[in-house]
């Protein structure tokens, strides 16, 4: 099975990554599309994420009635921080006929040269990058299997979210209805 891998925080997910995923399942040879909580992001600070394990429960209540996306706990397994190159590895060899690929925005792969082992990560997984308002995707990387997608993109980020809670705003239509339920009822966000 051909799967695409789309990393990320998810402090807290939202329908921006979602229709990102779907997209993806629907205009690509992906068959699925795996979101991969990374519970500590080496290149972010982690005393602004919520808990691990809550951002996953969010990231698969978004996803259980949608067949051909899934959630990963994986790098809840693996040493931290989580780097990509080793999470990749990992799942190659715990599930070897499985294709996998790498989804990110264009900002990330802007970045990509602060990755570790990046080279590695292009030379053997195909690349998907959608494109991020400001970052405009440009291949500097022409032996590597990167495909540019314009999905449908949203200007919402989990920043924007979290900082909506903590203001007392509204995140209706802007997070899936059982992930606003989760956030509201157990006060996630409100003291960032």
């Known amino acids: ?43 972010k600070k982690s005393g602004s994420l919520l808990n691990e394990y809550h951002r996953l429960y969010m990231a698969q209540i978004s996803v259980e009635e949608e067949p051909a996306l899934k959630v990963s706990d ?21 599930y070897p006929s499985h294709e996998f690929a790498l989804i990110m925005g264009s900002d990330s792969f802007q970045n990509l040269p602060s990755w570790k082992n990046y080279q590695q990560i292009l030379s053997r997984y195909p690349v998907y990058v959608y494109e991020r308002p400001a970052h405009a995707p440009v291949n500097i990387y022409p032996e590597a299997r990167i495909t540019f997608l314009h999905a449908p993109l949203l200007e919402i980020s989990s920043t924007y979210i979290r900082n909506n809670v903590k203001e007392g705003k509204s995140i209706r239509f802007l997070v899936p209805d059982k992930v606003r339920n989760e956030i509201e009822q157990n006060g996630y966000y409100r003291n960032q």
């Not at 402090?11 to 519970?39: C, D, K, M």
């Not at 921080?81 to 799942?91: A, V």
């Open 1 to 43: 099975m051909k799967i695409g891998l789309y990393f990320g925080s998810f402090n807290p997910i939202h329908n921006g990554h979602l229709i990102i995923a779907n997209y993806i399942v629907q205009h690509t040879g992906l068959e699925q599309v795996w979101f991969v909580v990374s519970p500590q992001n080496p290149l």
């Open 74 to 94: 994986i790098e809840f397994r693996l040493p931290r921080p989580s780097y990509t190159i080793d999470t990749l590895t990992y799942l190659d060899e715990k």
